[in-house]
């Protein structure tokens, strides 16, 4: 009985938080935050992206991170600056990130006009704008109300768990602080996002003679992680491969596929079969025809304009592989809709108490999780992020 009191207290009680902060918000935008890793928009920014990667003990665990994560960089700086000038001299994710948040806040402006005017803010991990430059932009438009959107539809503590532990790590500063926040975790089975993954492969097909459409393989490729996250109970992988089976299901599985693993780096065990080496099983099996499908980032970035297109591009004209790559979301309306209605059932069941700022499963630590800010961040943002 007591606890039913206090349950009933506590829903009183958030109940009453929500209606205060949608009064005093009632002019300032409800900020659709846009969290990923970013990528150097020059090439004379790589150095400084590689530091913020390697010094992310969330990401890469290193012993004396500050000291070693600038040696790594630096060392590692010459090689990637080389491919994001093979690509045209730096990371388009920017351009797409702001195309993407502007187009889905427009949308939800009349889809949850009650939360109106949405407002998109860019936050990225080891590129500008970076957490800090981000919270004081919106410390300056008044945002009381703000939803922390991951845009890696499939969750990982190494990915979207590490810009929400820099969130958390940030909670007191102007702009995070008295700020009601709540989190999109993950949506990588959402029918939106299905749908135009499914459409980009659909027109990469056309590419092939009608004659070989249907014995094309459908190669979904995404970023590997290392043996070491996913043995302790990361969820990505599952993720991922549910992903890949919703957006078979909406193909009406006409092709054969499978999902393999890209761009590992350094020396551990990593999730495998690797793209390259799946690309080069297939020649030798004598399946020539291939559609590489990047599933697990909706932008263009060095791994699908280097590596995938470059790379494995001129691997596959030497094994005699036709090769088509799935073009990545980017700007694609259809996935553009899928992200205002992911974000508007969100705030739409988040009013009505029907989900609480953060998604059941965010709130489950890796059975293997030793990382204590993992544990506070899901504590913070499972009390409406109010500091
Ligand atoms: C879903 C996507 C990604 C996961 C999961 C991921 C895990 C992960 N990555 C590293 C180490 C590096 N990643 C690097 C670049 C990079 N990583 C992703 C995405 C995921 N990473 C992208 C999209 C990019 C490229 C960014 C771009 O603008 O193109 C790099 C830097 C490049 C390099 O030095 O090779 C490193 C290092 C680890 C260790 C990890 C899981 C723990
Ligand atoms: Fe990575
Ligand atoms: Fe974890």
Same mark, same amino acid.
């Given at each position: 009985m007591a606890c039913a009191r206090q349950a009933r207290t506590w829903a009183t009680a958030r109940s009453f938080r929500r209606s205060y902060a949608t009064v005093q918000s009632a002019k300032s935008p409800t900020a659709i935050v846009m969290m990923n890793m970013g990528g150097p928009s020059?090439? $004379?920014?790589v150095h400084d992206f590689l530091k913020n990667l390697f010094s992310d003990g969330d990401l890469i665990p290193l012993p004396f991170q500050r000291v070693l994560a600038p040696l790594i960089a630096k060392r590692r700086t010459p090689k990637i600056e080389d491919q994001y000038t093979a690509i045209g001299g730096g990371s388009p994710i920017l351009r797409y990130t702001r195309a993407q948040g502007e187009g889905l806040c427009a949308l939800l402006d009349e889809l949850h006009p009650e939360s109106a005017p949405h407002k998109p803010y860019v936050m990225f991990r080891y590129a500008n704008p970076l957490t800090n430059s981000t919270l004081a932009e919106m410390h300056k438009d008044g945002v009381k109300r703000a939803v922390a959107f991951t845009q890696y539809p499939q969750y990982s503590c190494s990915t979207t768990g590490s810009s929400l532990n820099e969130l958390y790590r940030k909670r007191d500063v102007d702009g995070a602080r008295g700020v009601e926040w709540s989190v999109v975790?993950?949506? %990588?089975?959402h029918p939106g996002f299905i749908e135009a993954v499914a459409q980009r492969i659909e027109s990469a097909l056309q590419k092939f003679s009608p004659d070989k459409r249907s014995d094309a393989v459908l190669l979904f490729s995404a970023h590997s992680l290392p043996m070491s996250v996913v043995n302790r109970g990361d969820p990505y992988i599952l993720e991922v491969s549910a992903s890949v089976s919703a957006v078979m299901q909406r193909l009406g599985n006409k092709n054969p596929y499978r999902l393999v693993w890209q761009s590992q780096v350094g020396p551990s065990a990593w999730m495998g079969m690797q793209t390259s080496e799946a690309l080069k099983g297939l020649a030798r099996l004598g399946r020539k025809e291939v559609v590489l499908v990047p599933i697990a980032f909706t932008s263009d970035h060095i791994e699908t304009?280097?590596? +995938?297109? +470059?790379e494995y591009g001129k691997e596959a004209e030497e094994l005699g592989v036709e090769v088509h790559r799935a073009e990545s979301?980017?700007?694609?309306p259809v996935f553009i809709r899928a992200l205002a209605d992911i974000v508007s059932a969100h705030l739409r069941d988040y009013s009505a108490s029907?989900? %609480? $700022?953060?998604?059941v499963q965010l709130g +489950?630590? #890796? $059975?293997? #999780?030793?990382?204590?800010v993992c544990g506070q961040q899901k504590k913070w943002l499972a009390g409406a992020g109010l500091s």
């Open positions: 020059t090439v $004379p920014e975790d993950r949506w %990588g089975t304009l280097y590596e +995938l297109d +470059l979301l980017n700007e694609s029907k989900i %609480g $700022p953060a998604s +489950l630590r #890796c $059975p293997g #999780c030793t990382n204590a």
